[in-house]
Nanobody, 125 residues
């Protein structure tokens, strides 16, 4: 089970930290990803990492503003978001890769099997 948290309302230019906590089993050999879905738009890839956060892949749309950190022992990954823009407004989801030991990171949501419930981020202008 995945639990995403940390969303909320923030002004443009502000920061938020989202968390994704896994429970029930260890996903240490799986990569995890963050996706977001804005109102009326398709879900899009945001970032991916291993559970320690030591190896990350960030989408160009948020590169330089979003980073990932992790705590492998706590099965928790954080998405730190800085310099937020109104266009970052979306429901953010965390998910676990379908395959263990994947050599790289997939940006396709179909390659992620376990999904959290989503946490809503609203950035006001």
């Amino acid at each position: 089970q995945l639990q995403a948290s940390g969303g909320g309302l923030v002004q443009a230019g502000g920061s938020l930290r989202l968390s994704c906590a896994a429970s029930g089993r260890s996903f240490s050999t799986y990569n995890m990803g963050w996706f977001r879905q804005a109102p009326g738009k398709e879900r899009e890839f945001v970032a991916a990492s291993n559970w320690s956060g030591s190896n990350t892949y960030i989408a160009d749309s948020v590169k330089g503003r979003f980073t990932i950190s992790g705590d492998n022992a706590k099965n928790t990954v954080h998405l730190q978001m800085h310099s937020l823009k109104p266009e970052d407004t979306a429901v953010y989801y965390c998910a676990v890769d379908r395959w263990p030991y994947r050599g790289g990171y997939s940006t396709l949501q179909t390659e992620y099997e376990y999904w959290g419930q989503g946490t809503k981020v609203t950035v006001s202008s």
